[in-house]
């Protein structure tokens, strides 16, 4: 049997093939990644660092790449209450640019306000984050008093703007996105 069946057919073991394979492609990529280096004579060999960094390689990568099925309950739209806005962002991530996208909509379903921008790509949680904070921006221009955020595949930024500690990777525009918030009464909702 070769690795790649058995990473293949891990799934019928209860295990999740897509992670198992993931681990093994990030594993071997920095294993040859070190052989390199120490061939090159600019380095030698720190097996605890290659682990650390795998793991971390792996976790940075599994976040975006790994989705889990999940029992998704459509949404039933309910009314606003009046004068409340609802706001919808996504990011969408290309190698050059990440393009923003917000939109606002009041207790009628119309849509009160739009904003887009676009950034240098850096990561798509990054990004996702950026999308939130241009969402209240535009948000506390237009002085809406009151908001509903609702993001549908972000869970990681949607639990980090309801956390108290966040991931160092987005801590600014978590930090940034919560002064806003102080402006005016936000409720934070997510879909999934």
């Known amino acids: 049997m070769y690795a790649a069946d058995f990473i293949i057919e891990s799934g019928s073991f209860g295990v999740d093939s897509a992670e198992v394979l993931l681990f093994a492609l990030v594993a071997i990529d920095h294993i040859w990644l ?3 280096l120490v061939v090159n004579g600019s380095t030698q060999p720190d ?3 290659c682990l650390r960094t795998v ?3 792996y976790s940075t990568l599994a976040v975006g790449l790994i989705t889990h099925p999940t029992h998704v309950e459509t949404p039933i739209w ?7 806005i609802k ?7 290309g190698s050059n640019e990440f393009i923003l996208a917000a939109v606002a909509r009041d207790h009628t379903g119309d849509i009160a306000s739009a904003v887009t921008n676009n950034i240098v790509p850096t990561s798509p949680l990054v990004g996702e984050c950026q999308t939130a904070l241009l969402a209240l921006s535009k948000a506390a221009s237009r002085k809406y008093q009151f908001c509903i955020i609702e993001e549908g595949d972000s869970q990681i930024v949607l639990f980090n703007l309801n956390d108290e500690s966040s991931s160092w990777k987005f801590a600014n525009s978590v930090a940034a996105i919560k002064a806003l918030c102080h402006q005016f009464m936000v409720v934070f909702y997510s879909c999934l």
Do not use: H
């Open 78 to 84: 309910q009314i606003l209450p009046e004068g409340w």
């Open 55 to 57: 793991l971390s390689s």
């Open 87 to 93: 706001l919808n962002f996504d990011v969408v991530v």
């Open 47 to 49: 097996v605890v660092a």
């Open 34 to 36: 070190t052989r390199n």
